[in-house]
């Protein structure tokens, strides 16, 4: 399954500004996602990959949120909507799918850590402008995405276009519950996101330690997840048993990585799910199902 037809997926008009690596770019390279997270890509490229990491933690990750099996994604033509450095893409492929994998910012970095593979078309492109044709993909698959764009609404409706008939959907959103909008990411990130990104990455680096030492002793004591969890802005997974035959330097890295992801992103808009919902019948999307959880929203496909 390669992509020697890529030309055919590209809606009438629709041209590259430019064709560098065997990636077509349609956005300019500077974006709202260069200093955020195009600095993650760069200081951390494989963290996420399981292949890399040794864990099955995205592997886990997406069978567990989309509820599908690895047998529903073979054969399929999947739209990936911000692939990042690539976790999810190669997940994908391991299923035995091939994947259109977009993003507005690291895409090279992608390219780089899934080898040549000619069954991953990556592009540079907006998910809020697409250069597809319409009704074009098996599967819309957008993960950790949507509330990260100036307009999750818009960008929401735009995507949903390019699924084909009888095709699948599945869309993730932060939530927007009570458990997210107590947490410490949203008090501060007005004033993160508008400090120097490599300024705050290394502030963040700078406190990471102790940070986890301090978050992994209240873990033990009650009322100290609370605590965690709303005052102390680092996130520790060294109790998430996906982590577990990790060592206390890889879990800090991953701390690093994914504090800097919560309050660096210029936006952090969450979908309510009624809205979500309500996108998927509009493009006549019926076969599908919302499931909110703690800390995010999933609406997808049923499971045949
Ligand atoms: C939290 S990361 C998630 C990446 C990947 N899906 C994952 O789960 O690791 C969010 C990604 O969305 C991308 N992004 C944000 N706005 C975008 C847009 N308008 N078009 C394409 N990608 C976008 C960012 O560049 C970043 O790679």
């Known amino acids: 399954m390669s992509f020697h037809d890529f030309d055919e997926f590209l809606a009438e008009g629709k041209k590259p500004l430019s064709?560098?690596?065997?990636?077509?770019?349609?956005?300019?390279?500077?974006s709202y996602s260069t200093g955020n997270f195009a600095l993650l890509r760069e200081n951390h490229a494989t963290l996420q990959l399981d292949s890399k990491n040794g864990t099955t933690d995205r592997r886990d990750t997406i069978l567990d949120r989309t509820k599908w099996s690895p047998e529903f994604f073979k054969g399929k033509t999947i739209l990936e909507c911000g692939c990042g450095a690539g976790p999810d893409t190669e997940i994908l492929r391991g299923f035995g799918a091939r994947v259109m994998a977009v993003d507005i910012a690291g895409?090279?970095?992608?390219?780089?850590?899934?080898?040549?593979?000619?069954?991953?078309?990556?592009?540079?492109?907006?998910?809020?402008?697409?250069p597809f044709k319409p009704q074009s993909f098996d599967i819309v698959f957008c993960h950790r995405v949507i509330m990260h764009t100036p307009a999750p609404e818009k960008t929401?409706?735009?995507?949903?276009?390019?699924?084909?008939?009888?095709?699948?959907?599945f869309i993730h959103s932060y939530a927007s519950g009570p458990a997210q909008t107590w947490r410490w990411k949203y008090p501060l990130r007005p004033f993160t996101k508008k400090l120097d990104p490599e300024k705050l990455y290394n502030f963040i680096c700078g406190y990471a330690h102790g940070a986890f030492k301090v978050t992994?002793?209240?873990?033990?004591?009650?009322?100290?997840?609370?605590?965690n969890h709303v005052l102390i802005p680092f996130m520790n997974f060294r109790h998430a048993k996906q982590f577990k035959n990790l060592t206390d330097e890889q879990v800090i890295e991953i701390g690093v990585h994914d504090t800097f992801d919560a309050l660096s992103p210029p936006y952090d808009k969450p979908i309510?799910?009624?809205?979500?919902?309500?996108?998927?019948?509009?493009?006549?999307?019926?076969?599908?199902?919302?499931?909110?959880?703690?800390?995010?929203?999933?609406?997808?496909?049923?499971?045949?």
């Not at 992994?216 to 605590?227: E, N, T, Y």
């Not at 509009?282 to 909110?292: A, F, P, T, Y």
């Open 19 to 30: 064709f560098k690596d065997g990636i077509p770019r349609f956005t300019p390279d500077e």
């Open 156 to 169: 929401l409706d735009h995507i949903l276009q390019f699924v084909k008939p009888g095709g699948a959907i």
């Open 107 to 130: 895409v090279d970095i992608a390219k780089r850590n899934l080898g040549d593979d000619d069954g991953v078309q990556f592009v540079q492109a907006s998910i809020m402008d697409l």
């Open 216 to 227: 992994s002793a209240l873990r033990k004591i009650p009322g100290g997840r609370v605590i």
């Open 272 to 304: 309510p799910p009624q809205t979500m919902l309500k996108y998927a019948h509009k493009h006549g999307l019926d076969n599908v199902e919302l499931e909110k959880r703690q800390m995010v929203t999933l609406l997808r496909t049923k499971a045949a």
